[in-house]
Nanobody, 114 residues
Framework: VQLQASGGGVVQAGGSLTLSCAAS????????IGWYRQAPGKQRELVAR???????NYGDSVKGRFTISRDNAKNTVSLQMNSLKPEDTAVYLC?????????WGQGTLVTVSS
């Protein structure tokens, strides 16, 4: 499974950004797909994921601000990020849980300026 992330950039605090992750296989066949992030000096943390069933999980720090969605026709997953804060600055990594194995994309950098 190959994952191609895009959409990162620099945004001011309070702004919005949308990340996209394109999968090389049908997203409908993936058990779970979503995003983690890693900031310098910090552990990797779950941002959001969507399961095959359509149910979703969010990290506590992004609940109510971020929304994950999946387009099975395009094999893409999007992360709409609103009300961004400087502490959201990190490399965002797309990942997929497929047949009991984890796959990772190359990551995209999000920088939120204060």
């Amino acid at each position: 499974v190959q994952l191609q992330a895009s959409g990162g950039g620099v945004v001011q605090a309070g702004g919005s950004l949308t990340l996209s992750c394109a999968a090389s296989i049908s997203t409908f066949s993936i058990n779970a797909i979503g995003w983690y992030r890693q900031a310098p000096g910090k552990q990797r943390e779950l941002v959001a994921r969507i399961w095959r069933s359509g149910s979703t999980n969010y990290g506590d720090s992004v609940k109510g601000r971020f929304t994950i969605s999946r387009d099975n026709a395009k094999n893409t997953v999007s992360l709409q990020m609103n009300s961004l804060k400087p502490e959201d600055t990190a490399v965002y990594l797309c990942y997929a849980d497929f047949k009991a194995s984890d796959y990772w994309g190359q990551g995209t950098l999000v920088t939120v300026s204060s």
